[in-house]
């Protein structure tokens, strides 16, 4: 049957909220190392879920932040998501937080797949960016523990003016450390982001045919966020060229997701949007 997505979100996005210990330069949330005021308490947090496990289909939750591991009730609102059937996908913060018992936690506990990022193909290009040393390093460090412990993995990397040239490499290592999906995103100024540069039009085009030159030479998805145009480049290299590609473009799920359309986003003081651009 067809989701009414009129009626249900597929996705929710989940701000569980603002803290966390990096200060990435493109931040949407502007985060900050302390929580703010007016979170969703525990109490609330898990009558959210429960309301969500009454959509039909259930949607899939991806908690946020922030650094959801900044949350110190996030293993007990994770059982209660297990619990309720919600699949989750969960984008913790790449901190000395996320240790190796963190990653098990999270398969020990059903979670569907773990997404970090990844924006630069050396230490000295994601550290940069990330705005913390160390922080290239822990990233491949966790992915090699996801897939010890058999959890499936995302990467998530935002493409600007600084990093697009990364991208090549760091499909390179995505592909050693088997991870099943790469998730671009193209910078909306909001939040930090709001201070970076962004591509001209012309070369938005040519990471579209630079991203589907990759998803024919790896085994992993490539997906984009806010890049609509990825679909119409796939589309006409695929009726052009023919042959084998791992672009996500749509086909196949039946339905569209678009903001507010199969997607909301919910930020860390409840309020409902149709997209994580508030
Ligand atoms: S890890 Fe995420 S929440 Fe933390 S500063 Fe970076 S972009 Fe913001």
New binding site residues.
Partial sequence: MKPDLHRFPLLVAWEMTRA?L???Q????S?VPDPLPGELSTEEGLRLLRELATYTPKPILLPT???PLARPDLFLLLEEAGRLGLKVGITP?VTPRLTREVVARFKTLGVHQMAI?LDGASPESHDGF?GVSGTFALALQALSWAREEGLMTQVNTTVTRRTWKELPGIAEILAEKGVATWEVFFLVPVGRGALLEQLSPEEYEEVMHLLFDLSRRYPFKVRTTEGPMFRRVALERRRREGGEDNALVGEGRGVHLSDGFGFVFISSTGEVYPSGVV
Avoid: F, K, N, V
């Avoid at 493109?26 to 949330?29: D, L």
């Fill in positions: 966390c990096l200060a990435c493109h931040c949407r949330a985060a932040g922030g650094d913060a990022s990330r």
